[in-house]
């Protein structure tokens, strides 16, 4: 494995055409010091976990002495904002150093978030709180481990610095690595700003670096657009499935990979409330969980519109149109393997939307009831009473617990086998806000460990992990509504 001072780092981006950034240093904390790393993220640089406890770790990744090869760049863009279309936006808080290129082939962005101000950071400050970078890094990971498209975090650097939010908060780096940053707004920015030369050498890069199959293809706009509308689908199917509000699903926050991308006031569902809104800053409840769906369709209509130099509306509606049944697709797959089918029938659809009426109205916590129906008996004579016990209308859970123990039946399915399998899909561990909120307390009093602990046990949220027993625990009534808002 390398040392850090053996990574090789390229830039681009930063080598597109002018207009699509500014090329900036990045302004370092004074007395930058590591809050937490990830070694499978160390690892995607080919850099061993014990380089991160080096000094020259934090001054490179810190921005304070930058490795050869790193050009930090602030990359432009503008967006959808709670449906309002903002011409201008921005790396505003964040510099892209370079892309590593890594022993697998891969190429990685890595970008510093908290770097400083920027071209693009209207009023703000340029910095980050150690409260949100603490967040996006453990659910960044978190993500990684329950097998869901997103950004990865490499580690949390922390600065005495005082950083003003609504009160005096801790200033704290980020350091997020992604195949790219490259957004539904991007596109947008050279769309709107009339830069269609600018939109059509985006969509070259993006295609010659993530859609090489694309790139000589027949109408390789219009494929490209369908395949972002496949993989947005995807992922909104699976933040749908395991319970995740991502929060802020502006079309600047969407990934043109389909990654999860910008955790700011994410929630994941404990109570499982349809309607469930984790922003505190969202008043009408645009991004709550229940709307994911519409507004992803939403965001890429936005995104379709603004590629309309390069393919026809036809092409655009044509692959638009398979947005919902694609998600419906993913979405019941997904669904069918929390409750352990292998088959596909006519009657799936009703047996989970019952099932979610009754969760809905009980209230039941979400992943708790999923990890336990992993555990149910169907043997006829069987209570299951630890199930029965999640809901108020208990017979109502027995009528439902009779037609699935009836579909388990018609495809043959055996307990144990089943719960092997559902035990793989249905996560014991989630990075539930109260969670987040102990680790970021203790690490505002310079106690790293519970960060460090969390990340480890979130990477691998499917397996028992008795030790660690309470962190499958609904919240405690401090932390059933903490407020989360955009202000990070
Ligand atoms: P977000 O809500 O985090 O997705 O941010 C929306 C926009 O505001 C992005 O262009 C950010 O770069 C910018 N931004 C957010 N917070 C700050 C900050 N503290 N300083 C400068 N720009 C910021
Ligand atoms: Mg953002």
Same mark, same amino acid.
């Given at each position: 494995?390398?040392?850090?001072?053996?990574?090789?780092?390229?830039?681009?981006?930063?080598?597109?055409?002018?207009?699509?950034?500014?090329?900036?240093?990045?302004?370092?904390?004074?007395?930058?010091?590591?809050?937490s790393a990830s070694p499978s993220a160390l690892r995607l640089l080919d850099l061993e976990p014990s380089e991160a406890a080096r000094p020259e770790f934090v001054q490179a990744f810190g921005g304070a002495r930058p490795l050869p090869g790193m050009e930090p760049f602030a990359m432009v863009y503008a967006g959808h904002q709670f449906g309002v279309y903002v011409p201008?936006?921005?790396?505003?808080?964040?510099?892209?150093?370079?892309?590593?290129?890594?022993?697998?082939?891969?190429?990685?962005?890595?970008q510093l978030k908290g770097s400083g101000p920027t071209p693009y950071s209207r009023m703000g400050d340029g910095r980050a709180v150690l409260?949100?970078?603490?967040?996006?890094?453990?659910?960044?990971?978190?993500m990684h481990g329950l097998g869901i498209p997103t950004t990865r975090a490499l580690c949390v650097l922390g600065g005495g610095e005082p950083v003003y939010r609504e009160e005096v908060e801790t200033g704290a780096m980020l350091v997020r690595l992604s195949p790219s940053h490259v957004r539904f707004g991007t596109f947008e920015y050279f769309h709107y700003s009339e830069q269609h030369a600018h939109v059509k050498a985006l969509a070259d890069y993006v295609l010659g670096r993530h859609f090489p199959h694309l790139v000589d293809a027949p109408e390789k706009y219009a494929r490209f657009y369908a395949e972002v509308v496949e993989r947005t689908a995807r992922l909104i199917a699976q933040w749908q499935a395991v319970g995740f509000a991502h929060g802020v699903m502006n079309t600047d926050n969407m990934s043109i990979l389909g990654l999860t991308l910008d955790y700011g006031p994410f929630g994941f569902l404990?109570?499982?409330?349809?309607?469930?809104?984790?922003?505190?800053?969202?008043?009408?409840?645009?991004?709550?969980?229940?709307?994911?769906? %519409?507004?992803?369709?939403? &965001? @890429?209509?936005?995104?379709?519109? +603004?590629?309309?130099?390069?393919?026809?509306? $036809?092409?655009? #509606?044509?692959?638009?149109?398979?947005?919902?049944?694609?998600f419906a697709t993913h979405f019941l797959a997904r669904l069918r393997e929390k409750l352990?089918?292998?088959?596909? %029938?006519?009657?799936?659809? &009703? @047996?989970?939307?019952?099932?979610? +009426?009754?969760?809905?109205?009980?209230?039941? $916590?979400?992943? #708790?009831?999923?990890?336990?129906l992993g555990r149910f008996d169907s043997s006829p004579e069987a209570r299951n009473e630890a199930l029965r016990d999640h809901f108020v209308d208990r017979e109502g859970f027995d009528t439902w617990a009779a037609d699935y123990r009836r579909r388990l039946a018609a495809e043959g399915s055996q307990d144990a086998e089943r719960r092997a399998r559902?035990?793989?899909?249905?996560?014991?561990?989630?990075?539930?806000?109260?969670?987040?909120?102990?680790?970021?307390?203790?690490?505002?009093?310079?106690?790293?460990?519970?960060?460090?602990?969390?990340?480890?046990?979130?990477?691998?949220?499917?397996?028992?992990?008795?030790?660690?027993?309470?962190?499958?625990?609904?919240?405690?009534?401090?932390?059933?509504?903490?407020v989360v808002s955009c202000s990070s």
């Open positions: 494995m390398p040392m850090l001072e053996q990574l090789r780092f390229d830039n681009t981006y930063a080598r597109l055409p002018a207009g699509f950034g500014v090329a900036l240093r990045p302004t370092p904390f004074p007395d930058a010091h590591l809050v201008r936006l921005g790396d505003g808080r964040a510099l892209l150093l370079g892309e590593v290129l890594n022993s697998a082939g891969e190429r990685w962005d890595v409260r949100s970078a603490i967040r996006e890094y453990l659910c960044s990971e978190a404990d109570d499982f409330d349809p309607g469930f809104v984790c922003n505190h800053s969202d008043e009408r409840g645009r991004y709550a969980f229940d709307q994911q769906p %519409r507004i992803a369709m939403w &965001n @890429l209509a936005c995104l379709g519109e +603004a590629l309309l130099t390069l393919l026809s509306e $036809d092409e655009a #509606r044509a692959a638009l149109g398979t947005f919902q049944p694609t352990g089918l292998r088959e596909t %029938r006519e009657e799936d659809r &009703n @047996l989970i939307e019952s099932l979610f +009426a009754r969760m809905a109205q009980a209230p039941v $916590d979400y992943t #708790r009831f999923f990890r336990a559902m035990d793989r899909v249905n996560p014991k561990y989630v990075l539930r806000n109260y969670l987040a909120q102990t680790a970021i307390e203790r690490a505002q009093a310079g106690d790293f460990r519970e960060v460090n602990r969390l990340r480890a046990l979130l990477e691998d949220p499917f397996s028992e992990h008795p030790e660690h027993n309470a962190s499958a625990e609904p919240p405690p009534t401090w932390g059933r509504h903490l």
